[in-house]
Antibody, heavy 119, light 106 residues
């Protein structure tokens, strides 16, 4: 199982960026996927999640209306479209696979991609 | 939203020590509680899920317990690679909130 995050960079406030998470080594379409971020020197914050079919999405209040999570199961890729970026969105963004048996948990994580929002 | 707290926020320990970290939820989450370890510059790694189930490949010196609102992570004999930050996370509902972390250092 491997998750590879990409798409981070330096962007000005108010601009957009799209992150990608390329999956391999497992049946991507069988798992819900999530994005979790970590601001510099801070803790982990859940950002968004999407069901295995892509029909159900959920967002943290801090990004609702600005970020959109999506997936392309044919390409085994998860996306996070980030619009109207703010300085407080500066963080390392990780994608994570959510395993579901009798419990829900993130058993595999990407390596993270750094997003810096600065003028 | 369910709020998660952890105590202590940091602790100093020595190799071989028994270490216990406590996580509290603002409402009952049954056993929907996970523990992760993170070392600087790395992605988090799953240790315990469902409050007490050890993830495959994780050493047996790690154990978890609790239900409802109070949970503990115990490391029976601290090893050099265990010096890290530990996070609890509730998976009872979204947003899937994390605790603020407990940093274990020498």
């Amino acid at each position: 199982v491997q998750l590879v995050d990409s798409g981070g960079g330096v962007v000005q406030p108010g601009r957009s960026l799209r992150l990608s998470c390329e999956a391999s080594g497992f049946t991507f379409s069988s798992y819900g996927m999530h994005w979790v971020r970590q601001a510099p020197g801070k803790g982990l914050q859940w950002v968004a999640g999407i069901s295995k079919t892509g029909y159900t999405e959920d967002y943290a209040d801090s990004v609702k209306g600005r970020f959109t999570i999506s997936r392309d199961n044919s390409k085994k890729t998860l996306y996070l479209q980030m619009n109207s970026l703010r300085a407080e969105d500066t963080a390392v963004y990780y994608c994570a696979r959510e395993e579901i048996n009798w419990a829900y948990y993130y058993d595999y994580w990407g390596q993270g991609t750094l997003v810096t929002v600065s003028s | 939203d369910i709020q998660m707290t952890q105590s202590p926020s940091s602790l100093s320990a020595t190799v071989g020590d028994r270490v216990t970290i406590t996580c509290r939820a603002s409402q009952s989450i049954s056993t929907n509680l996970n523990w992760y370890l993170q070392t600087p510059g790395k992605a988090p790694k799953l240790l315990i899920y469902g409050a007490s189930s050890l993830q495959r490949g994780v050493p047996s010196r790690f154990s978890g317990s609790g239900s409802g609102t109070v949970f503990t992570l115990t490391i029976s004999s601290l090893q050099p690679e265990d010096f890290a930050t530990y996070y609890c996370q509730q998976s009872y509902s979204t947003p899937r909130t994390f605790g603020p972390g407990t940093k274990v250092d020498i």
